[in-house]
T-cell receptor
């Protein structure tokens, strides 16, 4: 069974631009969560999608948004990029009725 | 919302000795407590988890203990080996479909 796949693996953007990250969950998983990882801050929760609906939301500004498609693939969008948005963005999927999260390898975003 | 504190932030242990990482949580309704290991450049992976109806769980050299009254849980690694060197994250999740809240991580270094 294929694991969680995130694309692209690396991105370089400049301030003010927008970016879209993609996450394909494990087959059969309907829940996808997104996290921002920065040194010293651990894993900060962005949002979770389940069956195309946002089920939970973290404390990030409205510039951060997401969506989920009918095949459970999810995208995350960040508009008007700021230097502080430079981070590793991880997504994780969970099986139905399960709590264990399986992480993707992440997308490393650098904002110049 | 839930708040998870993790200590220490860094830990160095002689190979063969034991390592203990501690976490506290704020929401008494939290009932699921996983631990993730993230090796350098790799994705976080679940190593052990515990639910609130259990006080202790072991898996070979790894154990987790939970004290619901004090709202803290700990990861114990015995007979440490070089491959145990990594960043370890604790997390807590409330009942139902609550989000997973992570601690800030502990960088464990095993000294040969």
């Amino acid at each position: 069974k294929a694991g969680v796949t995130q694309t692209p693996r690396y991105l370089i953007k400049t301030r003010g631009q927008q970016v879209t990250l993609s996450c394909s969950p494990i087959s059969g998983h309907r829940s996808v969560s997104w996290y921002q990882q920065t040194p010293g801050q651990g894993l900060q929760f962005l949002f979770e999608y389940f069956s195309e609906t946002q089920r939970n939301k973290g404390n990030f500004p409205g510039r951060f948004s997401g969506r989920q498609f009918s095949n459970s693939r999810s995208e995350m969008n960040v508009s008007t990029l700021e230097l502080g948005d430079s981070a590793l963005y991880l997504c994780a999927s969970s099986p139905p009725l399960g709590s264990i999260q399986y992480f993707g390898a992440g997308t490393r975003l650098s904002v110049l | 919302g839930e708040n998870v504190e993790q200590h220490p932030s860094t830990l160095s242990v002689q190979e063969g000795d034991s390592a203990v990482i501690k976490c506290t949580y704020s929401d008494s309704a939290s009932n699921y407590f996983p631990w993730y290991k993230q090796e350098l450049g790799k994705r976080p992976q679940l190593i052990i988890d515990i639910r609130s109806n259990v006080g202790e769980k072991k898996d070979q050299r790894i154990a987790v203990t939970l004290n619901k009254t004090a709202k803290h849980f700990s990861l114990h690694i015995t007979e440490t080996q070089p491959e145990d060197s990594a960043v370890y994250f604790c997390a807590a999740q409330g009942f139902g479909n609550e989000k997973l809240t992570f601690g800030t991580g502990t960088r464990l270094t095993i000294i040969p």
